[in-house]
């Protein structure tokens, strides 16, 4: 019998998670059932909102289970089928990753073609981080062509490619935040910012407010925080905020203060819009034709950081929630 080895969660942290918040163990892989597959995991996918399942709390995702294998995205190739759909050989993206082998129905894996792009793209750029910066500019921060666009986490998954579509789209300038001196030069000289700040260097409103002399006009939010109370500041008359994600925040003990110039949205007439990218899988068509398109003709820069082995996967994850990653963080296995 195959054997496999799985993450699991050993127990829950408090505050920032540490590698004995998880536990490596050995498994056998069962056959499968009528109309499974097994999948053997080639890239698995490490994301922030994984830090929240590691709470007990109720959310948009149930929380991971102590002494239960953790899940999450991943790309593998299916090497059992008790199924007509889905073949061995056939290369699949699910999600039942953490894991060297994964059995699950085959009505939950979606087949893809392993020549259009390279199977980590399914991950990050042409998964669920491009769908994200894609809805997120396009539908909940209803982004039109020559705007301003500023974006915090830029350097990351998410933000690489708000900034990147923002600029292909039109927009008359982008400014990026990032967290450290060479992610803020690759946000200008490889991705084609207009302008990006570390936000360690200094106040992200005083940084903020020298990058954007003319205010801001979209800000996608991935970070919470003193830079979601700057872009308030920033942003015009009826700008927008996409409120994606809020990582500054996602190993606090205690509930952050909210933005302390929130009444500014009043007389500006701000909209501030939560995003879930499962709310805009009708768009997914629109968004593969699109950016399939710009990464075919070479407009787009796409870059992954990428840790190997299944027993650095932890590591990755706590890596990825310092900032160790330059766009997608993945876990090659
Ligand atoms: N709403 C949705 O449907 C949805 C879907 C996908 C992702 N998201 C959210 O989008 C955001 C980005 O996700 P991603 O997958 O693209 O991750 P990512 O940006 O690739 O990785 C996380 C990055 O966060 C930055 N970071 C960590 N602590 C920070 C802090 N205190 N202040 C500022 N930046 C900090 C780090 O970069 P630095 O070196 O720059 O600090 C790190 O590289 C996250 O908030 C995530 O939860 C939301």
Redesign the pocket.
């Known amino acids: 019998m195959r054997t496999s080895r799985e993450v699991r969660l050993a127990s829950r942290p408090q505050g920032w998670p540490t590698a004995e918040n998880f536990e490596l163990v050995e498994v056998d892989v069962p056959a499968p059932d009528p109309g499974q597959i097994v999948v053997r995991n080639l890239f698995m996918s490490v994301?922030?909102?994984m830090r929240g399942r590691m709470n007990d709390v109720k959310s948009y995702v149930p929380p991971f289970q102590v002494g239960a294998a953790l899940d999450g995205g991943a790309v593998g190739e299916v090497v059992g089928s008790t199924s007509d759909a889905v073949k061995v050989g056939d290369v699949v993206l699910h999600g039942l990753g953490w894991r060297e082998y994964a059995v699950l129905n085959a009505a939950h894996a979606k087949v893809l073609d392993p020549n259009a792009a390279p199977l980590s793209a399914y991950l990050g750029v042409l998964g669920?981080?491009g769908l994200?910066a894609y809805a997120g500019l396009l539908a909940v921060g209803e982004y039109k062509d020559g705007e301003t666009v500023f974006v915090?986490?830029?350097?990351?998954?998410?933000?690489s490619l708000v900034g990147q579509f923002a600029k292909l789209r039109g927009s008359k300038r982008v400014i990026g935040?990032?967290?450290?001196a060479e992610?803020v030069k690759h946000l200008v000289e490889d991705l084609g910012f207009d302008a990006a700040f570390n936000?360690k260097d200094a106040p992200v409103a005083e940084q903020l407010a020298a990058a954007a002399p003319d205010g801001i006009d979209v800000y996608f939010d991935?970070?919470g925080?003193d830079?979601r109370e700057a872009a308030i500041g920033a942003l015009n008359v009826h700008g927008r905020a996409v409120l994606?994600?809020?990582?500054?925040h996602y190993n606090d003990v205690d509930a952050a203060p909210g933005p302390r110039n929130l009444m500014q949205a009043i007389g500006k007439r701000l909209t501030l819009r939560g995003?879930?990218?499962?709310d805009h899988e009708s768009l997914a068509p629109q968004f593969v034709t699109e950016v399939g398109g710009w990464l075919r003709e070479a407009r787009l820069v796409v870059e992954e950081t990428v840790v190997e082995g299944i027993e650095n996967a932890p590591a990755a994850f706590l890596g990825?929630?310092?900032?160790?990653?330059t766009?997608?963080?993945l876990v090659k296995l």
């Open positions: 994301d922030p909102y669920m981080p994200t915090s986490g830029a350097a990351g998954a998410v933000g935040s990032a967290g450290s992610k936000y991935n970070v925080g830079h994606c994600g809020a990582i500054s995003l879930l990218v499962r990825m929630l310092r900032g160790e990653n766009g997608k963080m």
